[in-house]
């Protein structure tokens, strides 16, 4: 069994909340992400989805160490994210890297593109001479897909397409083991998507990558991740298989978001009972208690307004935090 590149362990961000003009007091949190677990394996892309604010970016970011975490563990490589200081931050930080939703705003506009990929290895100290260094930013170049003349230009003078691809070069700079994918295709066209997802799978391929791959377009998570894991409200409810998942969800929210993935054969599409979430997602600030999803959950019972569900499994690596299991 491939070993676990990146544990994740009861990981918990919270925002403070503060008021007051000359001093600042805290009246309460923002609860992001609370107490979430798991595991990627080596080589494994993990795929992380959910509403928009139930806390994956913030998880994604929080397993890098771009946010502090407010509790919990992650380990990446075997090295502690919470107590690396120094020269182990830094070993940390080359190992795992993210490629952020918006390529418009995560390319500094004043950069060429020669820039923005020699930043990582200049960090990291990854070339000994300025001819290294140039050939080491023209075979990134050429490894995305984008012709090493174009070295010289600013992100502006690229497709939407294009750009994302630099910030893809850029993540790659430092020979990473793990790669956060943060909605990478969000802010691309439909017609681009596709190749942006062709590419992040044949760099897997040579690279031996890992991802943590966030979105919300379940159609395409199916297609690139091979276990998938469902956000409420910063919780796990739900982590299997992608197959497991897609075709056996246990967890009421996770039966809600498939049934609304379109499906291209019309007569299973005819056969299939769409179920449409009353109300609103609850603030982050003030969740309910016990189940988390009980306000809006089609089949709760008393319980769940009570007791908070455990996360349990269900056999064969499937995981769910429900209370009708
Ligand atoms: Fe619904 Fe209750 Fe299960 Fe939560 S624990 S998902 S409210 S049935």
């Known amino acids: 069994m491939a070993r676990p590149l990146v544990e994740v362990e009861n990981l918990t961000k919270y925002f403070p909340i503060t008021r007051g003009i000359l001093i600042q007091r805290q009246v309460g949190n923002v609860q992001a992400v609370d107490g979430v677990s798991f595991t990627i394996t080596q080589g494994e892309t993990l795929g992380l989805v959910g509403e928009s604010g139930c806390g994956?970016?913030?998880?994604?970011?929080?397993?890098?160490?771009?946010?502090?975490?407010?509790?919990?563990?992650?380990?990446?490589?075997?090295?502690?994210?919470?107590?690396?200081?120094?020269?182990?931050m830094l070993a940390i930080r080359r190992k795992a890297q993210m490629i952020f939703p918006d390529p418009f705003a995560s390319l500094n506009p004043r950069w060429t593109?020669?820039?923005?990929?020699?930043?990582?290895?200049?960090?990291?100290k990854?070339?000994?001479?300025?001819?290294?260094?140039?050939?080491?930013?023209?075979?990134?170049?050429?490894?995305?897909?984008?012709?090493?003349?174009l070295v010289n230009r600013f992100p502006h003078e690229f497709s939407g397409g294009q750009r994302q691809r630099i910030g893809i070069a850029r993540a790659l700079a430092s020979e990473p083991a793990f790669i956060v994918c943060d909605e990478p295709i969000?802010?691309?066209?439909?017609?681009?998507?596709?190749?942006?997802?062709?590419?992040?799978?044949?760099?897997?391929?040579?690279?031996?990558?890992?991802?943590?791959?966030?979105?919300?377009?379940?159609?395409?998570?199916?297609?690139?991740?091979?276990?998938?894991?469902?956000?409420?409200?910063?919780?796990?409810?739900?982590?299997?298989?992608?197959?497991?998942?897609?075709?056996?969800?246990?967890?009421?929210?996770?039966?809600?978001?498939?049934?609304?993935?379109?499906?291209?054969d019309p007569a299973a599409a005819r056969r299939r009972r769409r179920?449409?979430?009353?109300?609103?997602?609850?603030?982050?600030?003030?969740?309910?208690?016990?189940c988390r999803f009980h306000t809006r959950c089609p089949r709760a019972v008393d319980r769940c307004t009570e007791s908070e569900p455990v996360w349990q499994d269900a056999g064969d690596g499937h995981f769910v935090a429900c209370h009708l299991l």
Not at 60 to 78: K, S, W
Not at 275 to 290: F, H, N, Y
Request: proline share 7%.
């Open 275 to 290: 179920i449409i979430l009353q109300g609103d997602v609850p603030s982050p600030s003030k969740p309910p208690p016990g």
């Open 56 to 88: 994956k970016t913030t998880a994604g970011r929080t397993i890098l160490g771009l946010y502090p975490a407010t509790a919990g563990a992650v380990h990446i490589d075997g090295q502690d994210l919470m107590t690396a200081k120094g020269a182990d």
């Open 126 to 149: 990854l070339f000994h001479n300025e001819q290294e260094r140039s050939e080491r930013v023209r075979n990134l170049m050429a490894l995305v897909g984008l012709s090493p003349r």
């Open 186 to 264: 969000s802010a691309l066209d439909v017609s681009i998507q596709a190749q942006v997802i062709n590419l992040l799978e044949d760099l897997q391929d040579q690279l031996g990558l890992t991802y943590l791959f966030i979105a919300h377009d379940l159609s395409m998570v199916r297609h690139i991740c091979d276990r998938v894991a469902v956000m409420y409200l910063g919780k796990l409810v739900e982590l299997a298989q992608k197959n497991d998942l897609y075709e056996n969800p246990l967890h009421p929210y996770t039966q809600a978001l498939i049934s609304a993935v379109p499906v291209s």
């Open 113 to 124: 593109v020669n820039a923005i990929v020699s930043e990582p290895l200049r960090v990291h």
